[in-house]
Nanobody
């Protein structure tokens, strides 16, 4: 089973910082991209940031300049540095891995880690 596992969530006051980590375990041929998505109660899951195997990054406009995504290829791990956090950043954050498994590209999701930002 391919399983990303998130960690690092918690409660933080507005203006604070958190660092999320996601480590992937299992078996695959290639990881094409890894990313972070978030979902607040009553809202649709949305993209936060992604990073491709080539190191190209993409950010949601709402987090650009505040968040930074990075990866450690040797450890199959992706990070999300979150700075200047706002109450609207409160959500459950999910790690996504887009990988080639048995000739097919699939998306694999972690169970999420909660981030709560108080005002």
């Amino acid at each position: 089973q391919v399983q990303p596992v998130e960690s690092g969530g918690g409660l933080v006051r507005a203006g604070g910082s958190l660092r999320l980590s996601c480590a992937a375990s299992g078996s695959w041929s290639r990881i094409n991209a890894m990313g972070w998505y978030r979902q607040a109660p009553g809202k649709q899951r949305e993209l936060v940031a992604t990073i491709t195997s080539g190191g190209f990054t993409n950010y949601a406009d709402s987090v650009k300049g505040r968040f930074a995504i990075s990866r450690d290829n040797a450890k199959n791990t992706v990070f999300l540095e979150m700075n200047s956090l706002k109450p609207e950043d409160t959500a459950r954050y999910y790690c996504n891995m887009r990988a080639l498994v048995n000739y097919h590209e699939n998306d694999y999701w972690g169970q999420g880690t909660q981030v709560t930002v108080s005002s």
